[in-house]
């Protein structure tokens, strides 16, 4: 018996017995927390796990498809132009509109295809902060120059915070650029506009199934919000075209290494039941 791993069991046992002994599960305050946590789990797995989230690793796992990792290095990797690098990161995720959760994939997606920490960083802080709907938005509640402040003010500051990591791991960055010397040059295996069509109808869906509900009943907002799921099984449609006019079993089995009968119905399985569940809420709220 090592006394050494043994000690912090018995630990972490005792510590855990007292927490459950202790709980007091008779205070009002104490139910009203653990009944709101619980709450909120709910919330968060019915508004963003099922409609943020999975959209968001389908298409960091496109990512490590369809963008080839010579291409990652050429024009966001460590040895690329800062300029070029950082301006692409930090203003990347305007068309995006994702949230602080929904850019984490994105984020990983890049890194691992080899680019450079500063400007993934970059492009992991702008993100949520620069999409073309909260710069509307917030344009429209707090006025024109807070709009643009923010949108100034986040490329700005994710500049700002990629240099600062870069600087701080430079040793693993100067690293990294050494081993992207020796990579070959990218070889394009399809037209540039069919990934372009490819992200868009992903990003689509990604968009338009968390349209939310503008607080005036008529105007274009409105109209999008009434028609936001057919807008957006109009894109799940052409995403599926698409799927299967690029070659679905390659992509699906790369992706998720799983055969390709399995992945469609993981598709099907997921976009139904985020559709079945979202409009399931909005006609019992």
């Given at each position: 018996?090592?006394?050494?791993?043994?000690?912090?069991?018995?630990?972490?046992?005792?510590?855990?017995?007292?927490?459950?002994?202790?709980?007091?599960?008779?205070?009002?305050?104490?139910?009203?927390?653990?009944?709101?946590?619980?709450?909120?789990?709910?919330?968060?797995?019915?508004?963003?796990?099922?409609?943020?989230?999975?959209?968001?690793?389908?298409?960091?796992?496109?990512?490590?498809?369809?963008?080839?990792?010579?291409?990652?290095?050429?024009?966001?990797?460590?040895?690329?132009?800062?300029?070029?690098?950082?301006?692409?990161?930090?203003?990347?995720?305007?068309?995006?509109?994702?949230?602080?959760?929904?850019?984490?994939?994105?984020?990983?997606?890049?890194?691992?295809?080899?680019?450079?920490?500063?400007?993934?960083?970059?492009?992991?802080?702008?993100?949520?902060?620069?999409?073309?709907?909260?710069?509307?938005?917030?344009a429209r509640i707090l006025g024109a120059e807070i709009g643009i402040a923010r949108?100034?003010?986040?490329?700005?500051?994710?500049?700002?915070?990629?240099?600062?990591?870069?600087?701080?791991?430079?040793?693993?960055?100067?690293?990294?650029?050494?081993?992207?010397?020796?990579?070959?040059?990218?070889?394009?295996?399809?037209?540039?506009?069919?990934?372009?069509?490819?992200?868009?109808?992903?990003?689509?869906?990604?968009?338009?199934?968390?349209?939310?509900?503008?607080?005036?009943?008529?105007?274009?907002?409105?109209?999008?919000?009434?028609?936001?799921?057919?807008?957006?099984?109009?894109?799940?449609?052409?995403?599926?075209?698409?799927?299967?006019?690029?070659?679905?079993?390659?992509?699906?089995?790369?992706?998720?290494?799983?055969?390709?009968?399995?992945?469609?119905?993981?598709?099907?399985?997921?976009?139904?039941?985020?559709?079945?569940?979202?409009?399931?809420?909005?006609?019992?709220?």
């Amino acid at each position: 018996m090592d006394w050494k791993v043994e000690w912090k069991r018995l630990l972490w046992g005792v510590v855990v017995f007292a927490a459950c002994f202790a709980m007091p599960v008779d205070w009002p305050r104490f139910s009203r927390s653990v009944f709101e946590a619980l709450a909120l789990t709910k919330w968060y797995a019915q508004e963003h796990v099922l409609l943020c989230l999975i959209p968001a690793f389908f298409i960091a796992g496109a990512i490590s498809v369809f963008v080839s990792q010579a291409s990652v290095m050429k024009y966001l990797g460590p040895r690329a132009s800062k300029p070029l690098a950082y301006g692409v990161a930090s203003v990347s995720g305007t068309i995006l509109a994702v949230c602080s959760c929904t850019v984490l994939p994105l984020f990983a997606g890049i890194w691992r295809m080899g680019a450079g920490l500063g400007p993934a960083s970059a492009f992991l802080y702008a993100g949520p902060a620069v999409n073309v709907l909260a710069i509307i938005l917030t344009a429209r509640i707090l006025g024109a120059e807070i709009g643009i402040a923010r949108a100034v003010g986040a490329i700005v500051f994710s500049v700002v915070i990629g240099l600062a990591m870069h600087l701080i791991y430079r040793k693993e960055e100067t690293a990294k650029a050494d081993a992207a010397m020796a990579m070959p040059e990218a070889q394009v295996e399809r037209p540039l506009w069919q990934n372009i069509v490819y992200f868009g109808a992903m990003v689509g869906i990604l968009v338009f199934a968390n349209w939310g509900r503008p607080r005036d009943a008529e105007g274009l907002w409105h109209a999008i919000w009434a028609t936001k799921w057919l807008i957006t099984g109009g894109f799940a449609v052409g995403l599926a075209v698409i799927l299967i006019a690029i070659g679905v079993k390659f992509m699906l089995e790369k992706v998720v290494h799983i055969p390709t009968g399995a992945s469609l119905l993981m598709i099907v399985v997921v976009l139904g039941g985020a559709v079945g569940a979202s409009l399931w809420r909005e006609r019992h709220v």
